[in-house]
């Protein structure tokens, strides 16, 4: 049909703004599947790793921090005939010869084998007798060895709890699928006793993997376990592991949805503009007796096809910024949540569905509004520019009214206590909703204001270009909206990171009071006590406070256990949000009371009087609340108990870090290098100042949010783009105007400055509309988003910077937009534009 | 639809029309009663602001009268609904204006095209009228132009090609010549005379032309809101 015609040359006649829709369109969507994609591939690499660990089992039996028994295997296998189980010893060492590489140590029962799927099928085809007719001996991957110039057999020196030991690398393994031999990569496999004793832990076992197909063995079972040990389903737990991630998921979902709206808002406005700007040739097809469904298709059609081209375009645009932005989210989730090895973006088809979805959706929703307004156009060609933009101005104040509706719905779903994070989320963009349905009632106010200023500085052209902004109302006011939109989302979440990074600060400067902390970093194998009672005894010691940080892993999920050996003045680094250091103290060290954090208190709705339940070696047991302290070094929360009441429940010597308080007046840098030469030297511990400690606590901070930077950073790239095609399309639109004004006298330079200063106080207007929206993105962030995530709160912290680079991002943006148009019509000689039209 | 020529083809009884104006309403039509019948060129003069462009939308179904009645081969088009006077248009009504007639996104061949599509001709039939009008009009090499490359007269003969080009029974033609020289007026409105004659369409024209009124059947005057002038 000709109609249809119509439609493509429209778009083919106006190429830059199709293609700056195209574009604006292309980047929502690449950024919602990029996010999508990498979520999506975290997961499954979780999944995948997790799959493959289980293997064939069904189930796990865990024990307490310090493992389990391995009698229990022995007695559930020969006592008790279960025959589908698995004894699992693992740990972390190094390779000292080879930089220190880290590497995993699995131990497995030669006989019983393994449900580790990779280690299963990889060591089919060896005897038993590779693993046992040899002192320490160990199989690599044939990856691994090559890398590590191994000649086999042949012999590999690892660093574990106990200092070095001599492993015989007596073959090698691989499998035939690439997974598998990724997960491989990293692996020295040994028997169970071998493993035990690299791994310092003789005796006991990391977990018992379990087959278990029928409920009577899974009750049986259950019945068998000793107090401190645990039996839970291989999925149940890998689901409630895999919850950690999810609020930090949710929220990139969410930026990545603004970046879509925002270039929403674009389509939107470049159709709205097409179809005002050809209100004449509308009505001439209408008195031709084209109906208004059919224009209503038309129109449709238009942006239909802008939006599949965006969307096509934005596929491959977000799966190439999913690699980019992989890097980042697997950074972060090694961070804070848990060891992950996550490089490949695995390219779903349903990641891809719905970001296909999401960019039709959107543009169907956005072309809704123009193309009912091409529908309605009357088939007389009285078309007047000033008629509409007295219409348009004429809906500013109902559109102002209309705007309680979302801003009430924003209130009810921000301020209702105990909403979800979803409900905060979808408030937020409601609040954003209302606040675009406001802007052309705030941009009105703000050029009167800004009139008689522009008219004192300018003259002339100052007044001319606060009516050129009002006159265009009906072509801005959206673009005015998703500009400052887009602005005030990248204030807000400024103010937010920089809050919650000044918060953080403070915060550990409280927290870390000591001079010098020494932790045995990223392996289970922990500090030497002879080695904390050597460095006590140095001169200049004040104080040794010792730590244990480890997890109790259950069905429902892994609490996370901070064991303090401290005296009375260590305990005062906490900061109480409830409850008190003085009250809280003699119950927290003689009494088995505990202290949490307060994002521990949040998720498990917990405070001062409440009791905690925590699997013990002795069983479940309750603990007292004593406290909830100001913690944010855990979004899941930590539950924080001293040393003395460890002992009594757990039987888990081992130390993970301690800290040293030093006499006054004794240099810490001094007394570092002593003690790094003197005491840890060729041991594994780690030795840092209170100021490295510090530092390295505010990278991983940063580094949380650099995923975050980059949405921002888009999501403003999209906003600056419709800006640029909304100005211009208007600017261009204005020729004939311009082409009379330069027949009267007007130069080109004048026609630029008048050009650039209406531009400019669109910008402007957007930036100053932005900074109340920011302010108010960044309270809901902090008070209502952050909270609902993490469950921390954190101090409002308010510096000019943001406001002023928001100010300074949207001016410039209406500038850049006004450079291209002005350029054109001062070149464009005046009766060429009086000719065309 | 009967073939004896005279017959009418549309009638007004009593039409009104009053527009709200911003304090008080502005009656522009008080009145008027006419009949026009089959074939039949009628020239309707009137001063500026008389209300000719609101008597041709009225006709057309552009607009609908504020009251009385307009009955086009006996049907009541005050009557019909939104999408039932478009298709009206569509089928039985061909405009001419003074500016604004063409498509500028569409070729001068496919501007032809156009209310032939519309009518659901079927392509080749249609391609072929097409080639006839341009051949009428001289213009057989311009098919592939866009509107903006024609001079006002070769857009104004393309306008009044289209018009006619689904063979409608009503053209309204609202100042056809208004901004176009002499010889070029003398053009257009050769061909606003001869081209609906052959399929007896009745032509109204709303014009200032003393060159347009002498050449119609009919010259009818548009004067403090009533319509007088001689029956042929
Ligand atoms: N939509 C409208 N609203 C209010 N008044 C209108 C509207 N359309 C036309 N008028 C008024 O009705 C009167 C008749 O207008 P119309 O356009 O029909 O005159 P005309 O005879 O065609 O004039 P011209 O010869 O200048 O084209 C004018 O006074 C005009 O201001
Ligand atoms: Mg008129």
């Known amino acids: 049909m000709i109609l249809a015609r119509v439609s493509m040359r429209n778009l083919l006649r106006h190429p830059w703004q199709s293609i700056l829709s195209i574009v604006g369109i292309a980047l929502g969507v690449a950024v919602v599947i990029a996010i999508d994609l990498t979520n999506e591939s975290a997961r499954r690499a979780f999944k995948l790793s997790n799959q493959m660990v289980a293997g064939q089992a069904t189930h796990h039996i865990i024990g307490g921090p310090s493992g389990l028994d391995e009698t229990l295997y022995r007695d559930l296998r020969v006592e008790h005939g279960i025959r589908g189980a698995w004894p699992v010893v693992e740990g972390r060492l190094r390779l000292p010869d080879h930089d220190g590489q880290r590497f995993t140590v699995i131990g497995v029962d030669p006989f019983a084998q393994t449900s580790h799927s990779a280690i299963h099928r990889s060591t089919r085809g060896l005897s038993p007798t590779e693993l046992l007719s040899v002192h320490n001996a160990a199989l690599l991957a044939d990856d691994s060895a090559r890398r590590l110039g191994l000649t086999i057999p042949g012999e590999l020196r690892v660093h574990g709890a106990k200092g070095d030991h001599r492993l015989r690398v007596t073959a090698t393994v691989s499998s035939d699928n690439a997974l598998e031999n990724q997960a491989l990569r990293a692996v020295v496999i040994t028997d169970i006793s071998t493993a035990q004793v690299v791994t310092g832990n003789v005796g006991r076992l990391t977990r018992i993997d379990l087959e278990l197909n029928d409920p009577a063995t899974v009750t049986r079972v259950r019945g068998l376990l000793p107090p401190g040990a645990e039996l839970a389903g291989s999925a149940a737990r890998g689901n409630a592991l895999q919850q950690m991630t999810r609020a930090f998921e949710v929220n990139l979902t969410a930026l990545s949805l603004l970046a879509l709206v925002v270039g929403m808002f674009l389509i939107y406005n470049t159709m709205t503009v097409s179809v005002l700007q050809r209100h004449r040739q509308i009505a001439t097809l209408r008195t031709l007796g084209v109906g208004d469904r059919e224009l209503f298709a038309s129109v449709a059609l238009e942006a239909l096809t802008l939006g599949a081209l965006g969307v096509v375009a934005g596929i491959g645009v977000g799966i190439v910024l999913s690699h980019q932005l992989l890097g980042l989210v697997a950074q972060t989730i090694n961070d804070l949540y848990f060891r992950l090895d996550v490089k490949q973006v695995s390219v779903s088809a349903w990641s891809l569905a719905k970001g296909i979805a999401l960019g039709i959706g959107a543009t169907v929703v956005a072309a809704l509004a123009p193309a009912l307004e091409a529908s309605r156009v009357p088939p007389q060609i009285t078309y007047t520019r000033s008629g509409q933009e007295s219409a348009a101005r004429g809906s500013v104040g109902r559109l102002a009214w209309f705007a309680i509706v979302p801003c009430v719905a924003a209130a009810v779903l921000l301020l209702l206590p105990g909403g979800s994070l979803y409900a905060g989320f979808t408030g937020l963009f409601f609040a954003i909703f209302g606040f675009a349905l406001l802007t052309p009632a705030l941009l009105l106010l703000i050029v009167r204001l800004a009139h008689p200023w522009l008219a004192r500085t300018l003259g002339l052209i100052g007044r001319m270009a606060a009516r050129g902004v009002t006159e265009s109302l009906s072509r801005t006011r959206v673009t005015i909206a998703a500009l400052a939109v887009a602005v005030s989302a990248t204030v807000g979440v400024g103010i937010m990171i920089s809050s919650f990074r000044t918060t953080v600060e403070h915060w550990l400067v409280n927290y870390l009071r000591a001079d010098l902390y020494v932790s045995a970093s990223g392996s289970a194998n922990g500090v030497d006590p002879g080695l904390i009672r050597r460095v006590s005894q140095l001169p200049g010691v004040k104080s040794i406070t010792t730590a244990r940080w480890t997890n109790l892993d259950g069905a429902a999920g892994r609490t996370q256990l901070f064991v303090l050996d401290a005296q009375s003045e260590a305990f005062e680094n906490f900061q109480f949000k409830d409850g008190d250091a003085a009250s809280a103290w003699p119950r927290f060290k003689d009494r088995d009371a505990v202290i949490v954090s307060e994002p521990y208190a949040y998720h498990h709705r917990r405070g001062v009087g409440d009791t905690v339940v925590l699997r013990t070696d002795r069983g479940a047991r309750e603990f007292e609340v004593a406290g909830v302290f100001y913690d944010y070094g855990s979004d899941r929360g930590v539950v924080a108990l001293h040393r003395d009441t460890y002992d009594r429940h757990w039987s888990d010597p081992a130390i993970s870090s301690f800290a040293v308080y030093l006499d006054a007046g004794i240099d810490a840098d001094d007394f570092a290098a002593t003690l790094q030469d003197g005491v840890l030297d060729g041991t594994e511990l780690t030795l840092r100042s209170n100021r490295q400690l510090r530092a390295l606590s505010m990278d991983i901070f940063d580094r949380t949010f650099a995923i975050t930077n980059v949405l921002r950073v888009l999501t403003v790239v999209i906003a600056v783009i419709g800006i640029f095609s909304a100005l211009m399309s208007i600017q261009l639109e204005r020729g004939r105007e311009f082409a009379v004004l330069r027949a009267n006298g007007f130069t080109p330079r004048q026609l630029w400055a008048l050009v650039t200063t209406e531009t400019g106080l669109l910008g402007l207007a957007a930036g100053v509309l932005a900074l109340p929206l920011g302010l108010f993105l960044a309270l809901a962030l902090i008070f209502v988003i952050n909270r609902r995530s993490f469950g921390w709160t954190m101090q409002v912290w308010l510096t000019p910077e943001h406001f002023v680079l928001g100010l300074v991002l949207a001016v410039a943006a209406g500038l850049l937009a006004g450079i291209y148009p002005a350029l054109r019509l001062a070149r464009t000689p005046p009766s060429f534009a009086l000719r065309h039209e | ?232």
Do not use: W
């Not at chain 2, 073939?3 to 007004?12: A, H, Q, S, W």
């Not at chain 2, 081969?73 to 405009?95: D, K, M, P, Q, Y």
């Not at chain 2, 051949?135 to 024609?150: H, I, T, W």
């Not at chain 2, 052959?198 to 032509?203: A, I, K, L």
């Open chain 2, 1 to 232: 639809m009967s073939m004896t020529d005279g017959d009418p083809v549309i009638e007004l009884s009593d039409v009104h029309k009053i527009y709200p104006d911003a304090q008080r309403e502005r009656t522009v039509l008080r009145g008027i009663n006419a009949t026009f019948r089959r074939g039949e060129f009628v020239a309707i003069l009137g001063r500026s602001g008389s209300g000719k462009s609101t008597l041709l939308n009225l006709l057309g179904g552009i607009d609908l009268p504020s009251g009385g009645d307009i009955r086009f081969n006996g049907l009541s088009i005050a009557n019909l609904n939104e999408r039932r006077r478009t298709l009206f248009r569509r089928e039985h009504v061909g405009f001419v204006f003074q500016f604004f007639n063409l498509i500028p996104t569409l070729t001068v061949f496919e501007n032809l095209l156009f209310t032939l599509d519309l009518n659901g001709v079927d392509r080749a039939r249609a391609q072929r009228r097409v080639e006839e009008l341009l051949s009428r009009l001289g213009l057989s090499d311009r098919g592939d132009s866009f509107p903006d490359r024609l001079s006002g007269g070769e857009q104004q003969r393309i306008a009044v090609a289209r018009a006619v080009a689904h063979r409608p029974s009503l053209v309204l033609a609202d100042e056809p010549t208004g901004n176009l020289d002499r010889d070029t007026e003398r053009e257009v409105l050769a061909l606003l005379r001869e081209m609906p004659k052959r399929d007896d369409t009745t032509v109204i024209a709303a014009t200032h032309s003393p060159e347009v009124a002498g050449c119609a059947d009919r010259v009818m005057r548009l004067q403090d809101g009533t319509l007088d002038g001689a029956q042929s």
